[in-house]
Nanobody, 124 residues
Framework: QVQLVESGGGLVQAGGSLRLSCAASGRTFSTYAMGWFRQAPGKEREFVAAISWNGGNTYYADSVKGRFTISRDNAVNSVYLQMPSLKPEDTAVYYC?????????????????WGQGTQVTVSS
């Protein structure tokens, strides 16, 4: 069982930056691939970024590739999403997710574990 708690969301102006954090419980954190999803009002939840269990592989949605950076620190059971150059279209609730298989995170919206989400609002 893994419990995920996101933090770091907030209100920022366009062009600003935020860093989301996801703290995970459990001794098996380092065995999971981790990811971030987002869901804007009236839209479906979508994949944003993922990272393999050891950080050796990262994956990004085209909409954030080259702009957002996902990272993890297995020593403190945490995964991060650095979001510079934010745009109003990045406004959404951001969710942390975990699954043993990174492909489940990258290609589906059915990772095994989810956090409760953190709101990111980017004003124009």
């Amino acid at each position: 069982q893994v419990q995920l708690v996101e933090s770091g969301g907030g209100l920022v102006q366009a062009g600003g930056s935020l860093r989301l954090s996801c703290a995970a419980s459990g001794r098996t954190f380092s065995t999971y691939a981790m990811g971030w999803f987002r869901q804007a009002p009236g839209k479906e939840r979508e994949f944003v970024a993922a990272i393999s269990w050891n950080g050796g592989n990262t994956y990004y949605a085209d909409s954030v590739k080259g702009r957002f950076t996902i990272s993890r620190d297995n020593a403190v059971n945490s995964v991060y999403l650095q979001m510079p150059s934010l745009k109003p279209e990045d406004t959404a609730v951001y969710y942390c997710a975990a699954d043993w298989n990174p492909n489940v995170i990258v290609t589906t919206t059915r990772p095994r574990y989810w956090g409760q989400g953190t709101q990111v609002t980017v004003s124009s």
